[in-house]
């Protein structure tokens, strides 16, 4: 294939979901996703999962790994034995922020057990950032455990989340003891709508204070899995508002993928110069940089 | 099991709580007006205040402490944390600190709603708490004014040393007053400061006798919720006014007359309670929900005898009054004395004492996040009271001014089972 | 590829890390019966070792111990105070510290502070002094008051077995520690010109080391190790960001912490690990009042800390200037969880660092911490954004 | 015959005691448990049935005694006879299941409409529990849990993982959506579970539970009819436990579950001094003196790390059952050194530590360490452990939590006592009932919702 159009791939190792992207790039600088896809993981084997979903990634574009000039990992991916490259996880999310909407400033990355907020530049150049702390309170796991609690599926928590009337918070810092707090608020009669936004609430209140510390200033995109949770989209613009926090919120149908396509992308940037510098990446983690 | 409570009575609105509430007022004012009037302006801390120092410059006093736990009474501080914390400050450390700057930040107001004076001088009186040192080289960096720093050594060994006492008063000498005079104008008039401190001394005899009431059965006064408001003059502005020693005259008289007629305590709804349970507690009050902590222990008849918290800005119960005849020499053993400059082996001996002299049925840590200074080794101390009394010790942990640190539900399940445990010891396994 | 050079350097390291790593301190025991000397511990920050060393006592840096596993240490403390003074209670109670005659505990906290109270009440036998340092810097006023602490340990010292102290002895003590702070220096000059030589993992465990040995032999250890790098051609220049890492003065970070930063793409330039070792900038004079050297040396030649009062100038202008004069391209502000002298100062830190475009990043630890995943994401996109975009 | 019935409302299941209020010294009737759940007032009046059951079982036995037959005879026929009970409860819960998830189904109750094949696989599913349901309750039969909704839920979601093995990608072209599936099952228990009690259905089911015997003891069904037909009568009742706030009690009913552990501990062992009970989501560490009178007490705030809920998430995590995890520990060969107990990143640490290659049952072994080693803190910060130790709470189940706890104690506080009873789950509960017995005289009576 011609040198100038390349073929890349970026797989996202997250905890509880692996994402694959796969990304054609030009010498001229146009980007485009080509295929992405994402799969839950549910205690089965990570490598399984990841080669796995790979695979059908690759088959169903109808591609094979020759195509491919780089395959970069990111997320817990360090381990993928047949990466070329690794890339840290804020690196790609901000390369893939700005890919699925150029002009935001900042991202925040929801995962299951982690949420960073990144700050970049107008070349995807990570300024700053914060990470929650070592307790997983108001994490996307901690969401999901209380909504499998409240029979409710990860499609229907934002619609039901968007009717609450009056939202009840939860006052333990602990998600262990806040799931207590939840049966509690059940058995008080306080409906699940309400039960779901006050969680939607406390998360979103940590989530613009790290956008906050992380001097987010103009347009954010929410990236991860969680994206897609219209409730927690709707809180996080209301504590944006309340805490006169001067940036808007966007989200992208893609915003699950923004790991695996900034990987992509990072790969093709990384396959460019190899090339340039005549160094080959024949070898599976050629590339250490 | 809460306890009857008699019907309000007038007195419940003790004239003295006027009084103080006027006296508080009336400086906020003052500070708000300052700058129009010229006058200059002094930041400093509750321990070590050098209030008849700087009075006796004619210099204002304001105290960062007393404007964070206000702003936690008020329910701004949340906000005010949050400020700070956005501004990069750490979820670790003291909230006194990021309330403060959190406060300054939104444009330094304070508790009665007018704007408080910037600084003409930090004056740090580094005592007893390491975070001073830290909170006025913040404020440095906000305000551009100088700072006195006035080092007090810490009593490591549980007494006040020959050293200790010349190394303050060198300071003093050298440095604290020479940085009054400079932002005074005025030069240092010994005489006005021994007036000052006689009438200190004065009041500092009061406190002591209202503090010491609750020795009576049942107590007249809640030495902990109660006592907050009875040392707030004492330890902050008013210490050597006139109005100090006229607020503490008319307190003692209430107190005796509460004695007289057996009263127990008021609690912020106007009643009286019934003495079930005499507590000794230690460590520092919650602000941001007062009310509903006080509330928790006086539903149950839980009164508090003594408390350490009631000693920070100086422990007058061992003899220790400020002396006219030695003005800067017991000025800095005012400063060692304070209670959280004492070590741990002083400060497990004085709650034993107050286990003791008080008679208490329970003694209670209420051990805040924000303060290193008292928390770090309150366990042992727990430990080594109840070794010493006999008696059963309780641990509660909240903080100062940060609501996210106040989980009411624990608080009040722990406090219940420590009062039933101490009633089934009563009891001697008989049915609740 | 091993050669003679590679397999020492290897054996020296290993020996360190064990010396690091080991709570029963078997160099402290042996110490003892060979010179049948006393030995005292002290915390951080700093200590006058050179004062403990003239008087016969071997002066052994406590700095608590993140490897043991902690049982009664934590009853000691609430879940919001850090990790030092859990393992330090541990390791007393557990009578890994048996062989020292006392504990110092330096005036850097309030934590420190209240543990010198209970230490006290736990080991009412032992030598237990809080050393209270002035923020005061007159020498008429901090300088006589610290004079008085140092005469008044020198005299404690004594009851508790050690000999007297005599001028000439603290004189070749000074000297002792000048070699000592000398090679020190060196050490981390070279790994600031040539970081690929010195691995910061080898310079920490080299370091925590001389904590528990004699100083006439962390000195040769010191020197071996220097010769040993200058000779070890193998290692080579990587493409690693250049950073700063500071807030690590007290609790020390678990090795694995420092590794991973190194795996993630980072050359720590500088740092505040074990300070006690170049507490002061330069060495200290030998003629003279040896006494009047050490509290000299103290009031005015004492490197920055958060844990002393900075009289005048802007905090957070050291820092600054140390990235400058280290070419350091980042700062990693790297401090134990709940350690307030570290945190309090970062806002002041941060905003220098950032008036002057300087990156920075900050994380908590605390010396216990056994994940690593979410530092190394941090540091290795921190060393990403400044490695990619220098290349490209 | 009189009764009084200690509750204890516990975060993850919810424990009833029943006493015989007529015998002078401490008679425990019968013991019964359920998972806790939003209803509490089902969660309280399912677990006190179960008691009730379980104290008609032993009438059952003695009865038989009393007619002569050797005690080994009795026991085996009543444990098979309840057995059986046990499937004729689980089938007719499986019953109101399916009925409940025709419902869901119709309704739409799930985001997005059911497709057929879905709707054939939830068939596929719920035949193939019904046709499963005989196995588990055979002698000797392994079962993840005894709670309806963690038998039925493994089973289901194991199923439905083998039906929609190739989807999961959330997206139609690949068969049944198993999030759809398993939102089903979320949704429909979570209607079963909070239903509220159909009553004292012992005769019915205990009679269905004689049929199925093959050759059953000749007067059993005497025996059943004779226990059946006796009335047992609630006198008075205390409750306790996290839910303690929120119990259908009044007040006076109520008692702080720090002092029914202490009682009940000391009640089971009197020689107890100090008692450690870990629990769903809270440790505490209670000392006692020679009255059972509690003297001093600590137990964890704020944060529920190294809880009984950490085992849970484990266990989830391996698809294991709770009571698989000790033994599997106790095969470790080089315990892993574990730090954090966070319990919501209990998953995430087990996963990064076999991704590095370390085998399970070491890391299990550090987990289980760890956790004790957080209870040995709270043990000291309550004033250590004196001879007899008392460990309660479901963790005491948990054979290597306690091997690791009894190295660790002999190792601080040298060789002393440590007691465990089977029922030391129920503690809490049996404290309560005995102040509830204490009450009686003085109190006015109340019965449970």
Redesign the interface.
Known sequence: MKRDALLTAGIDVGSASVKVAIMRTSEAGEESLLVGRSERIRRRAVDQVTEGLFETTLSGAGLERKDLEYIATTG?GEVVPFRTGH?????THARGARFLEPEVDACIDIGAL?A?AILMDR?A?????R?T??CASGSGQFLENISRYLGVTMGEIGPLSLEADEPELCSSICAVLAETDVINMVSRGISTANILKGIHLSMAGRYIKLLNSAKAKDVVLVTGGLAADVGLMAALRERAVETQSSFSILEHEHSSLAGAIGAAL?GA?RAR?MSRLGVSLEASGADS? | MSTSKQATVDSAKDRSQDRQKQMIAGHFDRLAELEDRGEKCVYTFVPGNLTELMLSFGVAPVLPEINALQSGMRGLSRDYIMRAEK????E???TY?KCDIGMMRAGNVGPTGKRLPNPDLLL?S?TG???F???F??LR?EYDCPVA?L?V??Q??GRITD?MR??VV??LK??IIPALERISGRAYDEDRLRELLTRSARAEDDLVHVLESAKNKPSPIDAYFGGVYYIGPIFSAFRGTEDAVEYYRELREEIDERVRLGQGPIIPSGQHVDERYRLVVEGPPNWTSFREFWEMFSDEGAVVVASTYTKVGGVYEDGFRHDPDRPLESLAEYCLGCYTNL???S??EKLAGYVRDYEADGFLIN?V?SC??F??????ILR?VENQTGCPGGFI?SDLVDPRYFSAANIKNRLESYFQMIEQKRTQGGSL | MTSPTVDRLEKLISHSEELMRDPSLPTVWSWKERTGGIAIGFMPIYAPRELLHAQGVLPVGIMGNGDI?????????????CHI?RSTIELGLNGSLDCLSGMIFP?????L??????W???FPDKFV??L?V???F?P???G??YR?ELTTISAKLVEAGAKPLETEALRESIRLYNVNSRLVRQLYDLRCREPWRVATSELYVMLRAGLVVPVEEHNAMLQEYLDLVAAATSRQPE?QARVILTGSFCEQPPLGLIKTLER??CYVVDDDFVQVTRWFRHELPVEGDPLDALVDAFLNDAIES?TR???EG??GKDLVDRVERTGAEGVLFCAP?????A??????D??AVTRAGI?W?A??YSE????F??I???A??????I???S?? | MRYTVGIDLGSTTTKAVILDADSAEIRVLGRGITNSRSNYDVACSVALEDAVVDARFSMITEVLAAAGVSDAEAQRSVTNLTMHFREVQYRSQLTTLAGVLDEMIAKDAVAGVAQDDEVEALRAILDSLQAGAGALFEPGARRKSDFFRDIAGSLYMHEAETLTRAGGCGTRSQGPRFDYLVGLYDKAILVVENLPSSGDGFVECVLAAVEMLKEPLPMLANAVHTVAGRALEQVASVGTGYGRARLPFDDAHIRSEILCHGLGAFSMFPGTRTVLDIGGQDTKAIQVDGNGIVTSFQMN???AAGCGRYLGYIADEMNLGLHELGPLANEAKRPV????TCTVFAGA?LR?RLSLGEKREDILAGLHRAII??A??????SGGVKDEFTFTGGVANNSAAVNALRQ?ISE?YGELKLNISPASIYTGALGAAIFAVRGLDTETQATVA
């Open positions: 817990e890339f840290y996880g804020m690196t982690h960073r070349r150049k990570v300024l700053g950032y990470m702390s070592q990072w940037f110069k940089r | 501004d990069g400050h750490s670790d450390v003291c600190v740090l580094y708490c390491f975070t040192l830290k909170w080289e913040l960096e720093m080092h050594p810490y490591a060994d050293e010349t190394y060198d300071q050298k440095k070590n741990l082996p400060r497990v051990s996040k290193n200074s928390s770090a080794g309150q366990l042992m080594e942990e | 596993e902690i049982i009664r240490g934590d009853a000691y403390y609430q879940s919001y105070i003074p005036a850097i906290c309030d934590v502070r209240n543990l010198s109270g209970m006290k009440m736990m002094h809080y209270d002035p923020h005061d007159d008429e006023m901090g006589t008051f008085h493409d993630a793409g958060p009062y900075i009289a802007a905090k969880s709940f350690c307030d002298p945190l309090l100062d970062q806002p002041m941060t905003a990156p990043t994380f908590k216990d911490t056994g994940q995943q979410v190394r994401e941090q290795g996109t921190f060393g990403d954004s490695k990619l975009w290349e490209a | 705030d704020r944060c050194r574990i730090n954090s640490e990064e080693l957080r040995m803190s709270l043990l000291a910060r660790l601080n």
